[in-house]
């Protein structure tokens, strides 16, 4: 355990003393002469944050069920606890038994955004754990990392022992259960890693070697033993109903990015957007059923005491069962004035009733993703939805007294001409005038409409794997084309800074060369590049210069269908063949049907995952 003394010194000088000293309702301390396997579970950013995402919530409760377990939570601390910590050479500790992280069997890192890479190094550093595999000793905890982005784990192949490909409940106590064995033996750190690689699903990266072409491209990866796999085949969970999923969560004591009972109704998605990598990775749809759902939802409400229930999913409209799902909800918590929430609503399968139902209890900002401003573009990503989906659902929402609307779209999509940048304008306008066209006495509320751009990065296993990205440039000029066409007050417009999204997609798309420039960026101060006060897009290109690394070669080239990609080597079930045919698709503006209306031959129902689909 830490020294108590200088940690309530600490305290006292920091912003927000809450994110550190755990406590909380529902938090879990165990004894660590009691328990065989201590797991640091890692977010890379803020507590806030952390405790936000329902994979930590997940995974700690699951491991914790264990008894010979300990799960124990750490985040990335804000600067100001950093320097405090340093001052009094507090090392990097977790919230329930303020352990140093260095003392753990595990620390595991999830990975949900490329720009946390910088904060993994700064956690390891504050942990006193050296920052690549190859420097630690025996007694070093393993470094061992999961979630979308290891999808493509090559840019920080150097600083983790081994990655978790897939869904991570069933395999995490696998790798456990088998660490606990191994324990009993007298094997060394490459012995066990030797032992875990036979895994379904474990990439242990220092057992491959990576050959490169004169260009820099990949020319193949080799394993350098004989026995790991040559492809490495992701895991996925089956049945949804059987899997663990938690019936208490923890109550932090500050307010968090979401204060609210996540209830995961689905996993996967049928729709098919081009520019998706959640859509495809996550395939195929898995339901929970109604009746699981209303027994998990029953069980933490009582353990939480929170207001609002939040269905997730990736498109969470697609719920084959949701009205009967949400009345049910409703009729039991509507006297409790327990709301039920949609994070977003797809155009499509926007339904009255279902809405009706919601603004029973409580109502709230209305949020869609058009993603495009035309009809053609929005063939081109495959999202499968027309301008007429819009006004139904928006001249709907008016009549009913919501008068605040957030349009999501993306910049920067492949074909996409200034037609189709400006036609995101026309659609804020559009909505504007949908609101002022009713009778005054029928308008409610004062009209907000938000328009929002995100710059479009290309991302593994997606149809659009192979396109290069817009330049910084060009980015910037067609912001400016649209924010100087919106002269309303009724409209704000907001965008995502193209610094940042260049640097994601030089890390997303990166090769194992990529880790020595996020290593150098750190080096130089970087940490916390998603947080726009801390972000130094030139220290990122200083470090780019220094380490040899030429980011428009992975962020704005377009990719030969016949090169080898730094995620090859990874079987996610859809086939690469598939991926290319979308993209072609998407040249010509050819839609793909919703798979479930008809099988699209994307290969998943065919592959080693035995027909799930």
Known sequence: MIDMNKFNKVLKRVIKPARYIGMEINSIVKDFNNVDVKFAFAFPDIYEVGMSHLGLHILYNLLNEKEYIACERVFAPWVDMEEEMKKEEIPLFTLENREPIGNFDFVGFTLQYEMSYTNIVNMLHLGNIPILSKDREEEDPFIIAGGPCAYNPEPIADIIDFFVIGEGEEVILEILEKYREFKKTSGTKLDFLKEVSQIQGVYVPRFYEIHYNKDNTIKEMVPILEDVPKTIEKRIVKDLDKVYFPEKLIIPYIETVHDRIPLEIFRGCTRGCRFCQAGIIYRPVREKSPEKLLDLAKKLVEETGYENISLTSLSSCDYSQLELLISQLIDRYEEDKIGVSLPSLRLDSFSIDILKKIEKVRKTGLTFAPEAGSQRLRDVINKGIDEKDLTTAVSYAFKEGWSTVKLYFMIGLPTETDEDVLGIKELGYKVKDMFFILPKEERRGNLK?????????????????????????????????????????????????????????????????????????????????????????????????????????????????????????????????????????AKIGKLTRDCRLGCTGCGINQSYLGGVC
């Open 449 to 585: 409409i938000t328009l929002s751009t995100s710059c479009f990065v290309p991302k593994p296993f997606t149809p659009f794997q192979w396109v290069g990205q817009d330049s910084i440039d060009e980015f910037y000029r067609k912001i400016n084309l649209l924010r100087n066409s919106i002269r309303d007050r009724k409209i704000v417009y907001n965008y995502h800074d193209p610094k940042l999204s260049y640097l994601e997609a030089v890390v997303a798309r990166g090769d194992r060369k990529v880790g020595k420039a996020i290593i150098k960026a750190w080096e130089k101060g970087c940490k916390f590049d998603g947080w726009s006060e801390k972000f130094n897009y030139d220290l990122w290109i200083e470090a780019f210069e220094e380490t040899g690394i030429n980011g428009d070669f992975y962020a704005l080239r377009e990719r030969d269908m016949e090169e080898v990609l730094p995620w090859d080597f990874i079987n996610i079930g859809v086939s690469k063949k598939y991926l290319i045919k979308e993209y072609e698709k």
